[in-house]
């Protein structure tokens, strides 16, 4: 080996194997310590959460399950595959389920991106986007929201010889927004058959226009299409990590193939399925959240802040240079959101006494100027 050679790749001890170098371009996870106990009751209003605690019912099923705590799960969770695909009326062998529709996200990354490949989304939008991108060595292509919203002519036009899929964050985190299916169906229309389209419905539940897509009525036609769902919102589930996705068998039995064996584990599938059970309990949660995000919103906007119309469970403030000052101001204040830097605020609908502390901090602060 000559000298050179050497001094490029350290043998011996001390040396570390390098990984893959598309990693650099991927933001580093650094765990922090715990954080101190807060002084005073604080909101979590950053995470898009769902502000209330799992139902007796499916406290209890967890309960049970932890009992059982010492088995494997089966390595798809099969019980659970079985019951979507009876809720959805699509077949078993179209589901796909995964540790939070972010596990599946990687599973996509796994099945169908080869580097070099181009990805496009809109930006700003969901930030698992470049991530899951950027780690299978494909390149992202990111088309700018018109006004927060999904500029579907840009992103069609952005689609060249070279891209394999697309995000489509439908209502769209972090602004709230929705393009709605006629829009969509018609953008859909424009994407080349060897194009995947992942429709990201993370905050279906919570959408409440005329208009709402459904991925799952769209994917039957569309054998490019994957639709991705979440127990996370508006199930309460966010800290059981069940995600699932529903595409045509070729497409999901892919993505099956590139699952963490159990990677669902046995108490996320029991709790996921009481809450299928008892979804109409659910679902007035979910209507409960929705009417006080219009409240809030309304609230909002009597006191001169701009608040994009929402169809999920938080509302955007597009804040631009304001949003960091506002956020720290509020964090004093218990109030935990999410800055965007330069661009805005995102704000969990929380419970309604988490929504009245919100309203009384954003009246004692000033808004940022339009
Ligand atoms: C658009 C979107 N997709 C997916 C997810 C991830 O959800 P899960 O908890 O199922 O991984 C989120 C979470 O905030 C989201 O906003």
Redo the contacts with the bound molecule.
């Keep these: 080996m000559s000298p050179t050679t050497t001094a490029q790749t350290p043998t011996g001890p001390g040396a570390a194997p390098a990984p893959r170098p598309v990693l650099a371009g991927i933001p580093a996870y650094v765990p922090k310590p715990p954080a101190p106990p807060a002084e005073g009751p604080s909101h979590r209003l950053f ?2 959460e769902n502000p209330y605690p799992p139902l007796p019912s499916v406290a209890e099923t967890l309960a049970r399950a932890a009992t059982e705590a010492h088995l494997y799960p089966t390595i798809q969770p099969e019980r659970l595959t079985h019951a979507l695909a009876r809720r959805l009326d699509v077949p078993p062998a179209h589901l796909v389920t995964g540790p ?4 599946i996200y990687q599973q996509i990354g796994q099945a169908l991106l080869e580097p070099g490949d181009e990805v496009v989304y809109a930006w700003t939008s ?1 930030e ?1 986007y470049p991530i899951v991108t950027r780690m299978a060595g494909a390149v992202p292509v990111e088309v700018p929201l018109a006004g927060g919203v999904h500029d579907l002519d840009a992103m069609a036009a952005a689609i060249g010889p070279r891209t394999r899929a697309v995000l489509l ?1 439908e209502p769209n ?1 972090p602004t709230g927004t929705a393009v709605g299916a006629a829009r969509l169906e018609r953008f859909l229309d424009r994407v080349p058959g060897d194009v995947l389209v992942v429709l ?1 419905e ?2 279906f539940e919570f959408h409440r226009s005329p208009d709402a897509a459904d991925g799952v009525a769209l994917y039957r036609e569309r054998p490019n299409l994957v639709t ?1 769902r ?1 127990f ?1 919102k508006a199930y309460g589930l ?1 800290g059981m ?1 069940v ?1 699932y996705a529903v595409a045509q068998a070729p497409i999901a039995e892919a993505l099956r193939k590139c699952a963490v064996p159990c990677g669902v584990g046995r108490l996320a599938e029991e709790a996921a399925l009481t809450a299928l059970e008892v979804e109409g309990e659910l679902l007035e949660r979910v209507e409960r959240i929705v009417a006080e995000r219009e409240r809030t919103r309304e609230a909002l906007l009597g006191l001169g802040w701009e608040v994009l119309p929402s169809e999920t469970n938080f509302l955007w403030l597009p804040a631009g240079r304001d949003a960091e000052r506002v956020a720290a101001g509020w964090e004093r204040r218990g109030l935990l959101v999410r800055a965007f830097p330069d661009e805005g605020l995102r704000v969990t609908v929380g419970t309604p006494e988490a929504n009245d502390l919100l309203l009384t901090a954003a009246k004692e602060t000033v808004p940022p100027a339009r």
């Design positions: 995470l898009n939070g529709s972010v596990g969901f698992a964050c985190n990201d993370a905050y991705l979440t996370s966010a990590r995600g």
